[in-house]
């Protein structure tokens, strides 16, 4: 993908190529960037998984989140508790009660548990192949990966949304970005 100066450009451009997915194409990209975060998370000591609900087309890892869940694996989800802060994490199993959050996204209810995630999965609207992820512009997961202790990043894209951007000052690269 040719390189744009302006990441709302760039994310516009991103999201409607995710949208345009055809459904089996997007479901077989699913299937297999799941199946790598499953294997991934298999070999690596992970007690605390966060976790995210997909949104504008985002990787649908619902599945695996249910296997994780009936495997006895902790899942979170992010919180946002205030404009311009970390992410907090809450303790989530699918089905659990969603509200919206400062950020206007679904996250657990206020009296969720808070847990330390040892590796945070975060869906990307685009990716560089210096790891940096290009969300939607409100900084969260930024912020959350600057603040100490810094979880492990895993980024999930579709490969179609690799590009590349000028670097701000904030942007901090994922430890791992899985595509499928």
Known sequence: METLSNKAAIRHQLIAARRALPDAVKAQAD?????????????????IIG???????????????????DAGLT?????????????????????HA?????????????????????VIIAPCVGFTEDGLRLGYGGGYFDRTLAAR?????????????RTSFAADIYDIALDLIIAE
């Open 31 to 47: 299937a297999r960037i799941a199946a790598r975060l499953a294997n991934w998370i298999a070999t690596n000591k992970v007690r």
């Open 51 to 69: 976790v995210y609900l997909p949104m504008q087309g985002e990787p649908d890892l619902s599945a695996l989140y249910a296997q994780w869940s």
């Open 75 to 95: 899942l979170a989800m992010p919180i946002a508790l205030e404009k311009n802060a970390p992410l907090a994490y809450a303790r989530w199993q699918p089905g």
């Open 98 to 118: 969603m509200s919206r959050d400062v950020s206007g996204t679904l996250a657990p209810v206020a009296q969720a548990p808070r847990v330390q995630a040892d």
């Open 149 to 161: 202790p810094r979880p492990y990043s895993i980024g999930v894209a579709y490969a179609c949304t």
